[in-house]
């Protein structure tokens, strides 16, 4: 669906099941962006839920989503660590 097309999706091949969801905090101006659900990476699947509070935008906050999924999934499934995603 157009406009959750990210989020753990990002750590899986094909398609994923999932759910998304983000909130500006009116008290602070943070945003809140979370992601859960399936995904398929190297023929397995996995359950990868992230949560996340603090972020300084909405865009900031799915960036960070995406990368603690595909780190969650390569670590899991015993690939190497991206460095890209550390340096992101």
Same mark, same amino acid.
């Given at each position: 669906m157009a406009g959750q097309d990210w %989020?753990?999706?990002?750590? $899986?091949?094909? $398609?994923?099941? !999932?759910?998304? $969801? *983000? !909130?500006?905090?009116? /008290? #602070? $101006? !943070? *945003?809140? @962006?979370?992601?859960?659900?399936?995904? #398929?990476? =190297? =023929?397995r699947a996995y359950l990868v839920s992230v949560l996340s509070d603090g972020?300084?935008?909405? /865009?900031? %906050? @799915?960036?960070? @989503?995406e990368r603690a999924a595909a780190e969650a999934v390569r670590a899991v499934a015993g690939a190497e660590p991206d460095p890209a995603a550390a340096a992101g």
């Open positions: %989020g753990v999706s990002a750590a $899986g091949e094909g $398609g994923p099941v !999932l759910k998304n $969801g *983000w !909130l500006p905090r009116s /008290a #602070t $101006g !943070l *945003w809140v @962006v979370n992601s859960i659900g399936r995904v #398929t990476a =190297g =023929g972020n300084a935008s909405r /865009a900031a %906050g @799915v960036a960070l @989503v």
